[in-house]
């Protein structure tokens, strides 16, 4: 299976994908990741990358959606991860509920 990643750092829009159901329009192959990053697998094999700088944002936004399936733990998830060293290797694997509720938070960042 191909593995694909949506740079939010880089300030793609993420946000029409998310309310459509589609694939986000900027995509690109998987390469590696950088420093200070983190790498989301979501339910359909998709990945997203978020630097640290945006973690704080999407935690902040799991939260918003507290009332949402999945939401709290995949909050508690973002929290866990952004603890670690930002040299190692970081990546979290996301069920459908947390994928769920994760997509609709990364789109948040850009509106």
């Known amino acids: 299976m191909r593995e694909w990643v949506v740079s939010v750092a880089m300030g793609e829009s993420s946000h029409d994908s998310a309310r459509t159901g589609r694939r986000f329009r900027s995509c690109l192959p998987y390469s590696g ?29 799991l939260w918003a959606m507290s009332h949402e399936p999945g939401a709290i733990s995949t909050a508690a998830l973002v929290m866990d991860v952004s603890r670690l060293s930002p040299y190692g290797p970081r990546s979290v694997d996301l069920t459908h509920p947390q994928s769920t509720v994760f997509r609709k938070a990364v789109a948040l960042l850009h509106v």
């Open 33 to 61: 990741m950088a420093v200070g990053s983190v790498r989301f697998t979501l339910d359909n094999s998709e990945t997203i990358i978020v630097t640290d700088v945006e973690l704080r944002r999407i935690y902040e936004s």
